[in-house]
Protein backbone atom coordinates (compact mmCIF):
# COMPACT_ATOMS: atom_id res chain seq x y z
CA UNK A 1 0.00 0.00 0.00
CA UNK A 2 3.08 2.18 0.61
CA UNK A 3 3.96 1.73 -2.91
CA UNK A 4 0.15 2.10 -4.25
CA UNK A 5 0.42 5.14 -2.20
CA UNK A 6 3.52 6.79 -4.01
CA UNK A 7 2.41 5.69 -6.99
CA UNK A 8 1.12 9.22 -6.87
CA UNK A 9 3.86 11.03 -9.08
CA UNK A 10 3.68 8.96 -11.78
CA UNK A 11 0.07 9.54 -12.28
CA UNK A 12 0.27 12.94 -12.38
CA UNK A 13 2.88 13.05 -14.24
CA UNK A 14 0.55 11.31 -16.76
CA UNK A 15 -2.41 13.78 -16.03
CA UNK A 16 -0.33 16.91 -16.60
CA UNK A 17 -0.43 16.52 -20.15
CA UNK A 18 -4.22 16.01 -20.19
CA UNK A 19 -7.89 18.79 -19.99
CA UNK A 20 -7.42 18.30 -16.65
CA UNK A 21 -4.59 20.32 -15.74
CA UNK A 22 -6.22 23.15 -18.02
CA UNK A 23 -9.02 22.92 -15.09
CA UNK A 24 -8.07 25.55 -12.59
CA UNK A 25 -10.79 23.48 -10.23
CA UNK A 26 -9.34 20.34 -10.93
CA UNK A 27 -5.43 21.22 -10.86
CA UNK A 28 -6.46 23.17 -7.26
CA UNK A 29 -7.82 19.37 -6.05
CA UNK A 30 -4.58 17.59 -8.03
CA UNK A 31 -2.16 19.92 -5.71
CA UNK A 32 -3.83 18.97 -2.25
CA UNK A 33 -4.44 15.30 -3.71
CA UNK A 34 -1.09 14.94 -4.54
CA UNK A 35 0.57 16.20 -1.11
CA UNK A 36 -1.76 14.38 0.85
CA UNK A 37 -1.39 10.40 -0.99
CA UNK A 38 2.42 11.64 -0.21
CA UNK A 39 1.91 11.80 3.60
CA UNK A 40 -0.06 8.73 3.61
CA UNK A 41 2.83 6.50 1.98
CA UNK A 42 5.36 8.42 4.07
CA UNK A 43 3.01 7.42 7.40
CA UNK A 44 3.00 3.93 6.43
CA UNK A 45 6.21 3.73 6.08
CA UNK A 46 7.04 5.05 9.11
CA UNK A 47 4.92 2.55 10.19
CA UNK A 48 6.78 -0.20 8.10
CA UNK A 49 10.52 1.11 9.29
CA UNK A 50 9.61 0.89 13.10
CA UNK A 51 9.20 -2.42 12.67
CA UNK A 52 12.36 -2.92 10.96
CA UNK A 53 11.96 -2.50 7.17
CA UNK A 54 13.91 0.02 6.14
CA UNK A 55 13.29 2.57 3.86
CA UNK A 56 15.15 1.67 1.01
CA UNK A 57 13.64 -2.03 0.95
CA UNK A 58 10.23 -0.16 0.17
CA UNK A 59 10.79 0.28 -4.05
CA UNK A 60 9.85 -2.20 -6.73
CA UNK A 61 12.80 -4.08 -7.34
CA UNK A 62 14.24 -3.60 -10.65
CA UNK A 63 13.12 -5.92 -13.51
CA UNK A 64 16.39 -6.65 -15.85
CA UNK A 65 14.41 -9.09 -18.23
CA UNK A 66 13.60 -8.37 -21.48
CA UNK A 67 9.93 -7.80 -20.61
CA UNK A 68 11.01 -5.33 -18.09
CA UNK A 69 12.79 -3.55 -20.61
CA UNK A 70 10.02 -3.21 -22.90
CA UNK A 71 7.52 -2.25 -19.93
CA UNK A 72 9.91 0.84 -18.69
CA UNK A 73 11.00 1.93 -22.75
CA UNK A 74 6.38 2.05 -22.63
CA UNK A 75 6.45 3.69 -19.37
CA UNK A 76 8.04 6.62 -21.14
CA UNK A 77 6.09 6.60 -23.67
CA UNK A 78 3.13 6.78 -21.49
CA UNK A 79 2.72 10.44 -21.42
CA UNK A 80 2.90 11.61 -24.64
CA UNK A 81 0.27 8.68 -25.52
CA UNK A 82 -2.27 10.15 -22.74
CA UNK A 83 -1.46 13.82 -24.15
CA UNK A 84 -2.11 12.94 -27.52
CA UNK A 85 -5.18 10.80 -27.14
CA UNK A 86 -6.83 12.94 -23.75
CA UNK A 87 -6.74 16.01 -25.82
CA UNK A 88 -7.81 15.11 -28.98
CA UNK A 89 -10.88 14.05 -26.76
CA UNK A 90 -10.85 17.78 -25.11
CA UNK A 91 -12.65 18.43 -21.94
CA UNK A 92 -14.73 15.02 -21.56
CA UNK A 93 -11.82 13.41 -20.74
CA UNK A 94 -12.14 14.69 -17.41
CA UNK A 95 -14.95 13.07 -16.53
CA UNK A 96 -13.22 9.55 -17.59
CA UNK A 97 -10.48 11.19 -14.74
CA UNK A 98 -12.85 11.92 -12.60
CA UNK A 99 -15.26 8.58 -12.80
CA UNK A 100 -11.49 6.64 -12.87
CA UNK A 101 -10.37 8.42 -9.98
CA UNK A 102 -13.77 7.80 -7.73
CA UNK A 103 -12.76 3.78 -8.59
CA UNK A 104 -8.86 3.70 -7.53
CA UNK A 105 -9.97 6.07 -4.16
CA UNK A 106 -12.97 3.85 -3.21
CA UNK A 107 -11.23 0.73 -3.81
CA UNK A 108 -8.14 1.90 -1.82
CA UNK A 109 -10.67 2.89 1.08
CA UNK A 110 -12.14 -0.47 1.33
CA UNK A 111 -9.04 -2.06 1.66
CA UNK A 112 -7.71 -0.03 4.76
CA UNK A 113 -11.25 -0.69 5.81
CA UNK A 114 -10.68 -4.32 5.70
CA UNK A 115 -6.96 -4.21 7.30
CA UNK A 116 -8.59 -2.48 10.11
CA UNK A 117 -11.27 -5.19 10.31
CA UNK A 118 -8.12 -7.70 10.40
CA UNK A 119 -6.59 -5.27 12.86
CA UNK A 120 -9.39 -5.69 15.23
CA UNK A 121 -8.15 -2.29 16.95
CA UNK A 122 -4.78 -1.38 17.93
CA UNK A 123 -2.23 1.48 16.95
CA UNK A 124 -2.19 0.34 13.19
CA UNK A 125 -5.91 0.30 12.97
CA UNK A 126 -5.97 3.81 14.58
CA UNK A 127 -3.48 5.02 11.53
CA UNK A 128 -5.50 3.59 9.22
CA UNK A 129 -8.40 4.49 10.28
CA UNK A 130 -6.94 8.41 10.06
CA UNK A 131 -5.94 7.35 6.10
CA UNK A 132 -10.06 6.55 5.60
CA UNK A 133 -10.92 9.68 6.79
CA UNK A 134 -8.70 11.30 5.28
CA UNK A 135 -9.04 9.78 1.68
CA UNK A 136 -13.38 10.88 2.44
CA UNK A 137 -12.53 13.68 1.47
CA UNK A 138 -11.05 13.04 -1.84
CA UNK A 139 -13.98 10.48 -2.73
CA UNK A 140 -16.59 13.19 -1.99
CA UNK A 141 -14.82 15.44 -4.87
CA UNK A 142 -14.44 12.67 -7.34
CA UNK A 143 -18.19 12.11 -7.01
CA UNK A 144 -19.46 15.27 -7.57
CA UNK A 145 -17.05 15.99 -9.93
CA UNK A 146 -17.96 12.70 -12.16
CA UNK A 147 -21.59 12.87 -11.92
CA UNK A 148 -21.82 16.64 -12.86
CA UNK A 149 -19.33 16.32 -15.86
CA UNK A 150 -21.58 12.66 -16.97
CA UNK A 151 -24.23 14.60 -16.57
CA UNK A 152 -23.01 17.31 -18.55
CA UNK A 153 -22.05 15.29 -22.17
CA UNK A 154 -23.13 12.17 -24.00
CA UNK A 155 -20.06 12.27 -25.29
CA UNK A 156 -18.75 12.20 -21.99
CA UNK A 157 -20.67 9.04 -21.10
CA UNK A 158 -19.71 7.05 -23.84
CA UNK A 159 -16.00 7.15 -23.61
CA UNK A 160 -16.36 6.60 -19.67
CA UNK A 161 -18.11 2.97 -20.47
CA UNK A 162 -15.37 2.67 -23.23
CA UNK A 163 -12.82 3.26 -20.33
CA UNK A 164 -14.19 1.68 -17.40
CA UNK A 165 -14.80 -1.47 -19.71
CA UNK A 166 -10.87 -1.99 -21.35
CA UNK A 167 -8.47 0.20 -19.79
CA UNK A 168 -9.02 0.37 -15.65
CA UNK A 169 -6.87 -1.53 -13.44
CA UNK A 170 -7.27 -1.55 -9.54
CA UNK A 171 -5.16 0.71 -7.09
CA UNK A 172 -2.31 1.71 -9.51
CA UNK A 173 -1.89 -1.66 -11.35
CA UNK A 174 0.58 -1.05 -13.32
CA UNK A 175 3.06 0.11 -10.49
CA UNK A 176 4.12 -3.60 -9.49
CA UNK A 177 3.05 -7.33 -10.62
CA UNK A 178 0.05 -8.54 -11.00
CA UNK A 179 1.20 -11.08 -8.01
CA UNK A 180 1.87 -8.47 -5.88
CA UNK A 181 -1.24 -7.02 -6.46
CA UNK A 182 -3.06 -9.61 -5.46
CA UNK A 183 -1.16 -10.33 -2.40
CA UNK A 184 -2.17 -7.18 -1.11
CA UNK A 185 -5.50 -7.08 -2.01
CA UNK A 186 -6.65 -10.95 -0.99
CA UNK A 187 -6.44 -10.29 2.81
CA UNK A 188 -8.61 -7.02 3.12
CA UNK A 189 -10.86 -8.48 0.42
CA UNK A 190 -11.70 -11.32 1.91
CA UNK A 191 -13.81 -10.40 4.79
CA UNK A 192 -17.60 -10.15 4.21
CA UNK A 193 -17.99 -6.57 5.04
CA UNK A 194 -15.30 -6.06 2.26
CA UNK A 195 -16.85 -8.75 -0.57
CA UNK A 196 -20.49 -6.35 0.18
CA UNK A 197 -18.46 -2.95 -0.19
CA UNK A 198 -17.22 -3.92 -3.75
CA UNK A 199 -20.88 -4.82 -4.67
CA UNK A 200 -22.30 -2.06 -3.31
CA UNK A 201 -19.44 0.57 -4.96
CA UNK A 202 -20.48 -1.06 -7.89
CA UNK A 203 -24.09 -0.24 -7.67
CA UNK A 204 -23.28 3.73 -6.73
CA UNK A 205 -20.98 3.68 -9.48
CA UNK A 206 -24.10 2.29 -11.86
CA UNK A 207 -26.20 4.95 -10.84
CA UNK A 208 -24.00 7.67 -12.59
CA UNK A 209 -24.96 9.47 -15.48
CA UNK A 210 -24.47 6.87 -18.20
CA UNK A 211 -22.79 4.05 -16.36
CA UNK A 212 -26.48 2.15 -15.64
CA UNK A 213 -25.44 -1.82 -15.94
CA UNK A 214 -21.37 -1.67 -15.07
CA UNK A 215 -19.66 -3.42 -12.23
CA UNK A 216 -15.83 -2.12 -13.38
CA UNK A 217 -14.42 -3.58 -9.50
CA UNK A 218 -15.99 -6.44 -9.59
CA UNK A 219 -14.91 -7.26 -12.69
CA UNK A 220 -11.35 -6.07 -12.84
CA UNK A 221 -11.04 -7.85 -8.84
CA UNK A 222 -12.44 -11.04 -10.76
CA UNK A 223 -9.55 -10.71 -13.58
CA UNK A 224 -6.84 -10.54 -10.56
CA UNK A 225 -8.33 -14.12 -9.38
CA UNK A 226 -10.39 -12.36 -6.54
CA UNK A 227 -13.89 -13.79 -7.64
CA UNK A 228 -15.26 -13.61 -4.45
CA UNK A 229 -16.26 -10.49 -4.81
CA UNK A 230 -18.60 -11.20 -7.43
CA UNK A 231 -22.32 -10.88 -6.57
CA UNK A 232 -23.22 -14.47 -5.82
CA UNK A 233 -26.05 -15.86 -7.72
CA UNK A 234 -29.41 -16.88 -6.39
CA UNK A 235 -30.44 -21.01 -6.24
CA UNK A 236 -31.61 -22.65 -9.46
CA UNK A 237 -29.34 -20.25 -11.45
CA UNK A 238 -31.50 -17.42 -11.23
Known amino acids: MTLIERYT ?23 SWAYEKFWI ?24 TFAGSVAAVLDRLVPIRNSVSANLIGSDFIAIHMTVGLLEERLGQIVYEGIIEIESGGALSDVVGDIVSQKERHLKFYAQEAR ?9 RRLTRLALRRNWLPLSFSAQPAQETRRVLTDPLSTAGSRAKVIGFDQELAALPGLVGTRPASRQLSRLGLASTQRPRKAGGE
Open 9 to 31: LSQLRNLLVTPSHKDAYVTAFLT
Open 41 to 64: ADTLAAVLETHGVPGEEIALAPDH
Open 148 to 156: SRLAASPVA
